[in-house]
Structure formats: C-alpha cells, structure tokens
C-alpha cells in the first residue's frame, strides 16, 4: 500500500501506511524483513525534521530487530550511527561517548564495516566536545580517508565540515582553517550538507567583519533550496513533506544566523535598516518553528526545540528594544510565554474525544518513559519498553493527526498566538476613565 500510495505522488498517505507496517510488526513481534526498510526511512524523516528523541527511541527499536532476528545483521551499526548521532545532536555527550566505545568495538571485531567511517566521524565531534582537539583531527581524518576509499562522499564532506565548525570555528576560533576545510567539503557534499556548509561559511565572515562575502554566502544556501530563495520563501512554499528534502534544524539555524549577522553588522555601523532587516526575519523565524512545531507530536522534541528557540525570542526582543519598536516586542513577549504549555492548556478548551484519548495517550507515555529511564539499556526489560513507547506513539499520532483534521479552530491556535496586539490592551486598560493601570506578565 506504501508504494503504491508513493507511485501516485500520494506521498502523506504513502507515510502513514509505512508507519502501519512498523507499528504492526512491533506489535506482532514478526515481519521485520518488511519493516525494516519502513523503520530506516521513519529514522530519516524523524532525524530531518529535528525530533532527535523519537529517532533514539526507533534506532534504539531497529538495533534491537537487527541483532535478534539476524535479517541484514551489519543494520546494527547503522542503527548505532543513528542513536549516537541523536545523543550528540541531544547533547548527551557521556551517552555517545559509551554508546561509540562499545559500537566501534563491536565493528572492529565484524567482517561488515561499511558504518566505521560513520563511526570515526562520530568519535571525532564528540572528541572535540571533550576538549581533545589532537584527538579529533586524527580520528577525522581516519575516517575521510575511510570513507573516500570506499567513494562514500556525502561522508567525506561530513567528516571535512565537522572539523572545520567543531574544532577550528567553534572552539580554536581560527577562521582561515575553518574556511578551508569547508572549502573542501563542498567538494563531497551533498544539497542538505552543502547548504549547512555554506551557512556556517557565512558565518565565519561575519565573525571576521566582512560582511559583504557573508551576506553572499548566506544567498548561496537559500539559493540550494530555489534560486533567489529567502526566508519568506520557506514560510509560503513550507509544505508537510518539506523535511524530505531539507535538515529542518539546518534551516532553522540559517534564518537565525541570518538575523543575527544583520544585528552584529548594526552594532558596527548603527545603519537602522539592518535592525529593520534583522526583525523582518525574527518574524519569519518564529513562523518558521510554529511549522515545524505542528510536524511533532513527541513532547520532549517540543521542548528541545523551544529550548533551543531562546535566542530566537532573547535576540528579537533586544532588537525591537534598539529599534525603539513596542509593538514587536510585545508580540515576542507574547510568543515566548511557555509556549509548550499554552499548547496543552489549548488542548482542554476542547471537549472533542479525540484530545481526551490523547491526553490519556500522553499520560500512559510519559509513564512509560520514566519506567525506561530506570532501566539498563542492554536489558531484555528495556527494549520491551522500548516497543510499548513506540507503539503508543505511533497511536498519539494518529490521534493528533485527526484532532487536526477535524478540528479546524484547535489546530489554528497552535500556529497562532497573536490574537492581542499591543495597543488592544492599551485600549483596555487606559480608557478615559483609568489613568493608571498594572501589567502582570507570568
């Protein structure tokens, strides 16, 4: 049913059947020789839209298949890969570093190596989050070599642009290395990794003042996306299957990083139209999330990615307070207040059956997790959890999938929050009659 929902471009239909396959194969406890293509390409689509906490939990689930059953046994260094590359994106560093440790034994010991240059990539970035820098580069450059040898590119420019962000953007500060290695990189990479590489090329520009070369690159990744592209391109043409094709947290981080130029270059030179600039895409980005908050049910996902949209909301609301703009500003106040939890406070102003199933759905899974959470990783205990997590999962998402579709008002307000504007409740409290009022924002 998947493929031929697929052949017919019925591309959101042809997800939600290879979901079924994998949600019926765990519950039956067969059919993995099927499932098992559906379960690699649900890590990617997970991975690609930034819930890096369902992927763990699948390629925890994949590892698990792989290593029992032994259909395509080499899959469980894939799986690792997977779980490690989601512990770093997590930053739960000492997590991967144990996970890596065991995983590259393991492979060393194998006859199937194709997942080491993989590995060794993985072994590099969290070196450098170590503070080993010796170490990373000597691991980075086992692994290109690995994986040039074996003509796996995409791999190459993996390992090349890793070190030059990690290790000499990020934490030596030497501009110039960092440039030539993701020089390199372009030369392996693909259009996902080519638009993070030229992004984070921009961005050493900016921190060496030359904005001119970095605003240019900045074009050149919208332009992987559609020639001209920009920020406002991603809000009109954002589709449900928008994270096929592109790292959802990739773009993210280049409409951020964007903004962020605009306001260094303005505290050099106080020229106003660049705050204005700055603002105009501080607006596209907290569109932009709404977005990708909607294409999550996993409530840890959600907050991960809240998190990590600090600076997008600390970052607009100092640049309305230079541009002297309070209605902005109020609007990112707005926008900022525990935005998880309006969601959920949004989900009981209904009565609709479906959120009360969901609800209990939340519940049954949030129990879950502090059940596994206690458990050994490698325990026959944890990987059965590991199973009922994903199994009601799957169920949350259906369920939330319909309160979507039938519930027209509830899915509008979890994409829009600005029903008050500023001089609405200026109107309100300082009527002709009141001179004086408080504002209480909690």
Not at 65 to 70: A, D, P, Q
Request: charged share 25%; aromatic share 14%.
């Amino acid at each position: 049913l998947s493929i031929y929902y697929d052949s017919t471009g019925q591309i959101h239909l042809a997800k939600r059947a290879s979901d079924s396959c994998i949600f019926i194969s765990l519950r039956l406890n067969k059919m993995y020789e099927i499932s098992a293509q559906h379960i690699s390409s649900k890590i990617n689509e997970l991975f690609g839209k930034g819930d890096y906490y369902h992927c763990l939990e699948i390629a925890s689930i994949g590892e698990e298949i792989s290593r029992k059953s032994g259909h395509r046994s080499d899959d469980v260094f894939y799986y690792a890969c997977w779980e490690i590359n989601s512990y770093i994106f997590l930053n739960r560093f000492p997590e991967a570093s144990q996970k890596l440790k065991k995983t590259i034994a393991e492979c060393n010991q194998s006859k199937n190596k194709p997942n080491l240059g993989s590995l060794l990539n993985l072994k590099a970035t969290v070196a450098v989050k170590n503070g080993s820098p010796e170490e990373a580069i000597m691991f980075t450059m086992e692994s290109f070599n690995y994986e040039k040898r074996n003509h796996n590119y995409p791999n190459c420019a993996s390992a090349l642009s890793n070190l030059g962000y990690d290790l000499y953007y990020k934490r030596l500060r030497q501009y110039k290395k960092s440039l030539r290695y993701f020089k390199e990189a372009l030369l392996y990479a693909n259009s996902n990794d080519s638009l993070s590489i030229l992004n984070n090329m921009a961005n050493v520009y900016v921190q060496m003042g030359d904005f001119k070369p970095a605003f240019d690159y900045f074009q050149l990744a919208f332009n992987k996306i559609h020639p001209l592209a920009d920020e406002k391109f991603l809000i009109h043409n954002f589709t449900k299957d928008f994270f096929d094709a592109w790292n959802a947290e990739y773009l993210f981080n280049l409409v951020l990083d964007k903004a962020e130029a605009f306001i260094i270059k303005y505290n050099q030179t106080s020229n106003l139209p660049d705050l204005k600039s700055a603002l105009s895409i501080y607006k596209a980005a907290d569109h932009l999330m709404d977005k990708i908050k909607i294409a999550q049910t996993n409530i840890s996902s959600k907050l991960f990615w809240r998190s990590n949209t600090r600076r997008l909301y600390e970052n607009a609301i100092k640049s309305c307070y230079l541009a002297d703009n309070m209605e902005d500003a109020f609007y990112f106040f707005e926008k900022s207040r525990a935005v998880l939890l309006n969601d959920q406070l949004k989900e009981q102003e209904t009565e609709d059956p479906n959120l009360i199933g969901t609800a209990l759905l939340q519940k049954k899974l949030l129990d879950l997790e502090m059940q596994v959470n206690k458990l050994d990783p490698y325990s026959n205990e944890y990987s059965g959890i590991q199973r009922e997590i994903f199994i009601t999962r799957e169920q949350l998402s259906r369920l939330d999938q319909l309160v979507k579709e039938n519930n027209s008002w509830y899915y509008q307000s979890l994409i829009d929050t600005n029903f008050i504007t500023l001089k609405d409740v200026q109107n309100q409290l300082l009527r002709k009659n009141n001179t004086q009022a408080i504002l209480e924002f909690f």
